[in-house]
């Protein structure tokens, strides 16, 4: 399995150009992400190749650094697989305040051995609310309202709410 990595300025074209070029290698794309972010389009691509080493993929994938001004990096995967028993959540915190926000609850959740899958902010209402979204996998047995209270109380006077929801009540 490598992970490609590519970010450059959004413009059309960019996700298909580097998924022509896997096609085109014989590539099939596993996993992927991909989203815009402050003019930047961000790619992150699960592929995987029977032929190629990460090496020759990036150089097949290097013309497009000139072409649409994409930074590239190609990687062989770790051995680690995600943990598909582990209890799954959606945290959401929303409120006017944000600094600090996710620097506070991830510090709880990695003290509690949570792993946090995705993250996604937005600002919404014309910038009066913050609202971000998390993705957890919980380790077996762990308390989830004891969380939940470290978590709260993490958070101070920041006026943030908080609400988690197992994954299967989504």
Known sequence: MLIITAVGSDRPGMAHAVAQILFDSG??????????????????????????TAQELETR???????LGLHIDVATAGDSAPSSDAPRYILSAYGP??????????????????????VQTRVASGHMVYVMLLELELPM???????EGELRKALGDMQISLRALEEDTL
Do not use: W, Y
């Open 97 to 118: 305040e944000k600094t600090g926000l996710l620097a506070r609850l991830t510090g709880v959740l990695s003290e509690n051995g949570v792993n946090v899958t995705d």
């Open 61 to 67: 994938l290097s013309p497009l650094r000139h072409l």
């Open 27 to 52: 590539c099939n794309i596993e996993d992927t992400t991909m989203t815009r972010l402050s003019g930047q389009f961000a790619m992150i691509l699960a592929v995987e190749s029977p032929d190629l």
């Open 141 to 147: 047995g762990l308390d989830t309202e004891i969380l």
